[in-house]
């Protein structure tokens, strides 16, 4: 079964906008995003951790926002002033207890939403 799922994503062109959905089925001590385009490693992008306000990575800060609505469920990424360097796929991830910046910590994952940012 799903834990995670995301959507949202889609291709839009540079200076545009698009939210990014991340649906819940459990309970979890820490959320994050990350992304990867080809050829890349897996990047953070944001991480929060329950009860204190979000962190993001340095190129996303300014332009992204991690929010939640706890009466959904759900967790948004509102993504603003895309650029073509913000082009990935984009994965909802969770974790039990540990709150990391490494995706190899985190156990549980959605399926990916593809974010395609043209010039």
């Known amino acids: 079964q799903a834990q995670l799922v995301e959507s949202g994503g889609g291709s839009v062109q540079a200076g545009g906008s698009l939210r990014l959905s991340c649906a819940t089925f459990?309970?979890?001590?820490?959320m994050g995003w990350f992304r990867q385009a080809p050829g890349k490693e897996r990047e953070w992008v944001t991480t929060?951790?329950?009860?204190?306000?979000?962190t993001y990575a340095g190129p996303v800060k300014g332009r992204f926002t991690f929010s939640q609505d706890n009466t959904k469920n759900t967790l948004y990424l509102q993504m603003d002033s895309l650029k073509p360097e913000d082009t990935a796929m984009y994965y909802c991830?969770?974790?039990?207890?540990?709150?990391?910046?490494?995706?190899?910590?985190?156990?549980?994952w959605g399926q990916g939403t593809q974010v395609t940012v043209s010039s």
């Open positions: 459990g309970v979890y001590d820490c």
């Open positions: 991830a969770a974790d039990l207890w540990r709150c990391s910046l490494a995706y190899y910590n985190y156990d549980y």
């Open positions: 929060i951790h329950v009860g204190d306000l979000p």
